[in-house]
């Protein structure tokens, strides 16, 4: 049945559809999309040549041994070359911007520290990372100048330009990944410090050593052991061991209780390490956070081109724009994740404030409530205190609440220069007609060709034709037998084992850490490593306990740390990965994800039915059979508790317990 698209909202600003804002036809987008970067330029190709490149650079790279004339030490220069290698391998694919800079600079780097006194295998692959590198600059160049064509050809086909509607909400766009991006520079500041400090504090003993001669007598993995002139026995941490033979003579240098081998001085490998574990995260969402600040504040900065579009959400909260006159919406041009640009609940604006507006949103909205929906303090029914809480009426709606409820194609004034990775403002309409204001709130993607978006939304139900045929479309699996009373879902044997398992491993790993903190000190890789523990430790404990309730009132969905609620009337389909876990997108826009321990081919083939499909087959087949679904509400017992905090809690514990014992 084919579909008429909601009309654009009533004005709110001086742009509107009135105004004259010029229809995006489809073959002005047609024209926009072809102006899209080339497909050598895709960032696969800079990434694979680099990722290429360079491990064949280190594969053939020369190691020269420790030796007395020609000591190891710190190598800063060499971090710096494999921070920006690293680091490339992200910003090739997502921040052109830095490409530009750092592309250049590990050229630099890689020209003063490797082509000199190389050998041909290190000189041809060191001549290759070159060449990928000035793709990669060329590639980036590219996807820019790109961006720049899509962006004049937009300015060009508007012919309007308007300021936003007004009131704008305050700029908020980059905040966090610029506040983290910080804090993560400062604290790879403090590591280069810490380093700096190790360098010169060896520097000191070394100028007040005593040089001794000695015969290296046995070694292992970590040191080696050495016997002096006089008897002495000694044993010296190395990094190196395996350059030091049985047999052969070494210079021990000796300042009261500090002794080291003279060709092993202080490497600062340990912050080296935090450095890039914290320094590349840092830049990366410091540069990502700056960038979205100034293209949302160039889009606040004065009138932008206007265009008239057809938008749509589909299944994964993606909202998808379409050409103006593409009212069946089946040829998406760009999509991007929004959020309501609403303003403060004191200020005027397409919400309603919670003073003048509250009896007119009230008497609006009676219609649609329930008997008891505003009863008295003194009523007879008492509210459940375990039931889903209430949504706010006066609280500024996200865009699951605009298209929750089976959208169909909108029309809507799109405000500035769609291109890729830019920053866009929407003007479309709630499910009453009331307009509404969206702002991107990730960057602008366009789908590479013969990729298609997720599936939308299924169309309004304007009949009850329409219900009976998409309750028809899905099936009821056979497993699921319904009283009325809630359902439930949980773990496994396997999954409860295995969870098991993955928890007693890491605390005994949680254990011998923190033991091995208060031993031998704090040390990068130590502290590394416990943030890696208890990172696992969350999937453990989902893993063993984790549970997803149905009830009259929706799904309670119950993970590591909280339990979650949503409605029957917000819940978006329930998805079966080939990797063997279970996804959904939540009404605020996150995803929660259920791992799982199956192999999805290996069931398949086997015949087996795993209990994760299962369960997402018979939550859609509630989903969309609302008479199938639980009639009674369940307690808060009944919904699981989440295992993370007392899991936690019991590692902590041993921890403790085992680090001070």
Same mark, same amino acid.
């Given at each position: 049945?084919?579909?008429?698209?909601?009309?654009?909202?009533?004005?709110?600003?001086?742009?509107?559809?009135?105004?004259?804002? $010029?229809?995006?036809?489809?073959?002005?987008?047609?024209?926009?999309?072809?102006?899209?970067?080339?497909?050598?330029?895709?960032?696969?190709?800079?990434?694979?040549?680099?990722?290429?490149?360079?491990?064949?650079?280190?594969?053939?790279? #020369?190691? $020269?041994?420790?030796?007395?004339?020609?000591?190891?030490?710190?190598?800063?220069?060499?971090?710096?070359?494999?921070?920006?290698?690293?680091?490339?391998?992200?910003?090739?694919?997502?921040?052109?911007?830095?490409?530009?800079?750092?592309?250049?600079?590990?050229?630099?780097?890689?020209?003063?520290?490797?082509?000199?006194?190389?050998? $041909?295998?290190?000189?041809?692959?060191?001549?290759?990372?070159?060449?990928?590198?000035?793709?990669?600059?060329?590639?980036?160049?590219?996807?820019?100048?790109?961006?720049?064509?899509?962006?004049?050809?937009?300015?060009?086909?508007?012919?309007?330009?308007?300021?936003?509607?007004?009131?704008?909400?305050?700029?908020?766009?980059?905040?966090?990944?610029?506040?983290?991006?910080?804090?993560?520079?400062?604290?790879?500041?403090?590591?280069?410090?810490?380093?700096?400090?190790?360098?010169?504090?060896?520097?000191?003993?070394?100028?007040?050593?005593?040089?001794?001669?000695?015969?290296?007598?046995?070694?292992?993995?970590?040191?080696?052991?050495?016997?002096?002139?006089?008897?002495?026995?000694? *044993?010296?941490?190395?990094?190196? $061991?395996?350059?030091?033979?049985?047999?052969?003579?070494?210079?021990?240098?000796?300042?009261?209780?500090?002794?080291?081998?003279?060709?092993?001085?202080?490497?600062?490998?340990?912050?080296?390490?935090?450095?890039?574990?914290?320094?590349?995260?840092?830049?990366?969402?410091?540069?990502?956070?700056?960038?979205?600040?100034?293209?949302?504040?160039?889009?606040?900065?004065?009138?932008?081109?206007?265009?008239?579009?057809?938008?749509?959400?589909?299944?994964?909260?993606?909202?998808?724009?379409?050409?103006?006159?593409?009212?069946?919406?089946?040829?998406?041009?760009?999509?991007?994740?929004?959020?309501?640009?609403?303003?403060?609940?004191?200020?005027?604006?397409?919400?309603?404030?919670?003073?003048?507006?509250?009896?007119?949103?009230?008497?609006?909205?009676?219609?649609?409530?329930?008997?008891?929906?505003?009863?008295?303090?003194?009523?007879?029914?008492?509210?459940?205190?375990?039931?889903?809480?209430?949504?706010?009426?006066?609280?500024?709606?996200?865009?699951?609440?605009?298209?929750?409820?089976?959208?169909?194609?909108?029309?809507?004034?799109?405000?500035?220069?769609?291109?890729?990775?830019?920053?866009?403002?929407?003007?479309?309409?709630?499910?009453?007609?009331?307009?509404?204001?969206?702002?991107?709130?990730?960057?602008?993607?366009?789908?590479?060709?013969?990729?298609?978006?997720?599936?939308? #939304?299924?169309?309004?139900?304007?009949?009850?034709?329409?219900?009976?045929?998409?309750?028809?479309?899905?099936?009821?699996?056979?497993?699921?037998?319904?009283?009325?009373?809630?359902?439930?879902?949980?773990?496994?044997?396997?999954?409860?084992?295995?969870?098991?398992?993955?928890?007693?491993?890491?605390?005994?790993?949680?254990?011998?850490?923190?033991?091995?903190?208060?031993?031998?000190?704090?040390?990068?890789?130590?502290?590394?490593?416990?943030?890696?523990?208890?990172?696992?430790?969350? *999937?453990?404990?989902?893993?063993?306990?984790?549970?997803?309730?149905?009830?009259?009132?929706?799904?309670?969905? *119950?993970?590591?740390?909280?339990?979650?609620?949503?409605?029957?009337?917000?819940?978006?389909?329930?998805?079966?990965?080939?990797?063997?876990?279970?996804? *959904?997108?939540?009404?605020?826009?996150?995803?929660?994800?259920?791992?799982?321990?199956?192999?999805?081919?290996?069931?398949?083939?086997?015949?087996?039915?795993?209990?994760?499909?299962?369960?997402?087959?018979?939550?859609?087949?509630?989903?969309?059979?609302?008479?199938?679904?639980?009639?009674?509400?369940?307690?808060?017992?009944?919904?699981?508790?989440?295992?993370? #905090?007392?899991?936690?809690?019991?590692?902590?514990?041993?921890?403790?317990?085992?680090?001070?014992?």
């Amino acid at each position: 049945m084919s579909q008429t698209p909601a009309p654009i909202p009533a004005p709110i600003s001086p742009c509107s559809a009135s105004a004259g804002a $010029p229809l995006w036809s489809s073959e002005e987008a047609a024209r926009w999309s072809h102006l899209r970067h080339a497909s050598w330029a895709r960032p696969l190709w800079s990434v694979l040549a680099l990722l290429i490149t360079v491990v064949w650079a280190i594969a053939v790279a #020369p190691e $020269p041994p420790c030796t007395d004339a020609v000591p190891c030490g710190a190598d800063w220069p060499g971090m710096v070359e494999v921070g920006l290698a690293a680091g490339l391998l992200y910003w090739l694919a997502r921040l052109p911007e830095l490409t530009l800079v750092a592309a250049p600079a590990l050229a630099v780097v890689v020209a003063r520290l490797e082509l000199p006194d190389a050998g $041909p295998d290190s000189l041809a692959a060191n001549l290759c990372v070159l060449v990928a590198l000035a793709f990669g600059w060329v590639a980036a160049r590219e996807r820019l100048a790109a961006r720049r064509r899509q962006r004049d050809l937009v300015e060009g086909a508007a012919g309007v330009r308007c300021p936003l509607p007004e009131p704008l909400a305050p700029l908020r766009r980059g905040m966090i990944p610029i506040a983290a991006g910080l804090v993560l520079v400062a604290v790879a500041a403090f590591f280069v410090a810490q380093g700096l400090s190790g360098v010169r504090d060896d520097e000191r003993h070394t100028a007040r050593a005593v040089r001794t001669v000695v015969k290296v007598v046995g070694r292992n993995d970590e040191s080696v052991r050495v016997r002096t002139d006089d008897g002495r026995r000694l *044993t010296l941490d190395s990094l190196y $061991p395996e350059d030091h033979r049985t047999g052969s003579a070494v210079t021990v240098l000796e300042d009261g209780s500090w002794r080291r081998l003279a060709s092993e001085p202080y490497d600062a490998m340990g912050p080296q390490f935090g450095v890039l574990a914290v320094g590349l995260p840092g830049l990366s969402l410091l540069v990502t956070g700056l960038l979205a600040r100034r293209r949302a504040a160039s889009l606040r900065r004065g009138p932008v081109p206007v265009l008239r579009v057809v938008e749509r959400m589909d299944d994964d909260g993606l909202v998808w724009i379409h050409a103006g006159d593409d009212t069946a919406a089946r040829h998406p041009v760009l999509g991007a994740q929004f959020v309501a640009d609403a303003p403060g609940t004191n200020e005027r604006g397409p919400w309603p404030s919670a003073t003048a507006d509250r009896d007119q949103y009230r008497h609006r909205d009676s219609s649609h409530a329930t008997p008891d929906a505003y009863a008295t303090p003194n009523s007879e029914s008492a509210p459940d205190p375990f039931a889903a809480p209430a949504p706010d009426p006066f609280a500024a709606p996200d865009p699951e609440s605009l298209f929750s409820s089976a959208t169909r194609p909108r029309e809507a004034l799109l405000f500035g220069s769609p291109y890729d990775g830019g920053e866009l403002l929407l003007v479309t309409t709630f499910r009453d007609g009331e307009p509404a204001v969206l702002r991107t709130s990730g960057s602008v993607r366009m789908p590479y060709p013969g990729r298609q978006p997720g599936r939308a #939304p299924h169309p309004e139900a304007d009949t009850a034709t329409t219900d009976e045929a998409r309750a028809a479309a899905t099936p009821v699996p056979a497993t699921l037998i319904t009283t009325g009373r809630p359902l439930s879902w949980g773990p496994g044997t396997l999954a409860r084992a295995g969870g098991a398992a993955l928890a007693l491993a890491m605390i005994a790993g949680v254990a011998v850490d923190a033991r091995s903190l208060v031993t031998d000190g704090i040390g990068v890789r130590e502290v590394f490593f416990l943030l890696c523990l208890l990172t696992w430790l969350g *999937t453990a404990a989902e893993l063993i306990n984790w549970r997803v309730t149905a009830d009259s009132s929706g799904v309670w969905l *119950t993970g590591v740390w909280k339990v979650r609620h949503v409605p029957w009337d917000r819940l978006r389909p329930v998805r079966y990965t080939k990797e063997g876990s279970v996804e *959904t997108r939540l009404p605020d826009g996150t995803d929660w994800r259920l791992p799982g321990l199956g192999m999805p081919k290996l069931e398949r083939r086997f015949g087996l039915d795993p209990s994760l499909a299962r369960m997402a087959q018979e939550i859609n087949a509630l989903r969309h059979h609302p008479e199938l679904r639980p009639t009674e509400p369940t307690d808060r017992r009944a919904r699981g508790l989440p295992l993370g #905090p007392a899991l936690l809690t019991l590692t902590t514990a041993v921890a403790l317990a085992w680090a001070f014992h």
